[in-house]
């Protein structure tokens, strides 16, 4: 049992060391936790051969400024795209008990009439775009997708009033 104990105090000495620098680095600390945690279960993963380093403390270092700098790679690319086609929309979010209410209704319509709904409501493709998608003309797009808003209106979740919002027969 020897192996756990000392895997235990390395990441008991290593969580603080660790939090404290990736603070100071990136200047926000709950990113620091993040990064810190995830080099703590790379180290708890590979244990048999971190344990064996000479400097294991500085690994788990190396690893937490390499986790930093594609941390910082990804956000540059996000900021790039964003630059260049614009911000992505927010999805906004759902309490857990609509969402999975919205899944189990959407489970219960037919896989086409589902894909099609996805595809023009979720995803927020046109319906030509929609029809590309899914390999078949534009009025069956609009006529999966008036089937499938007619489904979830019978179980309760579209209102006449949502429903009404969106235009079924655009072609954008």
């Known amino acids: 049992m020897k192996e756990p104990d000392e895997l235990v105090a390395f990441c008991r000495r290593e969580w603080p060391r ?4 990736l603070s100071l680095s990136t200047g926000d600390p709950e990113l620091a936790q993040d990064l810190a945690q995830e080099t703590l279960a790379r180290a708890c993963r590979d244990w048999r051969r971190v344990s064996r380093l ?3 403390g500085a690994w788990a270092h190396r690893v937490a400024l390499n986790l930093l700098r594609s ?3 990804h956000r540059a690319v ?6 260049k086609f614009g911000p992505r929309d927010h999805v906004p979010e759902t309490d857990p008990t609509s969402a999975v209410a919205i899944r189990l209704a959407l489970m219960q319509l037919p896989r086409r009439q589902r894909t099609a709904l996805t595809l023009r409501y979720f995803s927020d493709l046109s319906v030509r775009e929609t029809a590309d998608a899914m390999r078949c003309p534009e009025g069956t797009v609009k006529t999966l997708t008036r089937q499938a808003i007619a489904g979830l209106r019978s179980m ?3 209102t006449d009033r949502a429903a009404e919002e ?4 655009d072609v954008q």
Not at 18 to 21: F, N
Not at 78 to 83: M, S
Not at 166 to 169: D, F, I, N, Q, R
């Open 18 to 21: 660790l939090v404290g620098s």
């Open 78 to 83: 996000v900021r790039r795209h964003d630059d």
């Open 71 to 73: 941390h910082f790679r």
């Open 156 to 158: 309760g979740l579209v």
């Open 166 to 169: 969106e235009p079924l027969t």
């Open 54 to 56: 000479d400097a294991p």
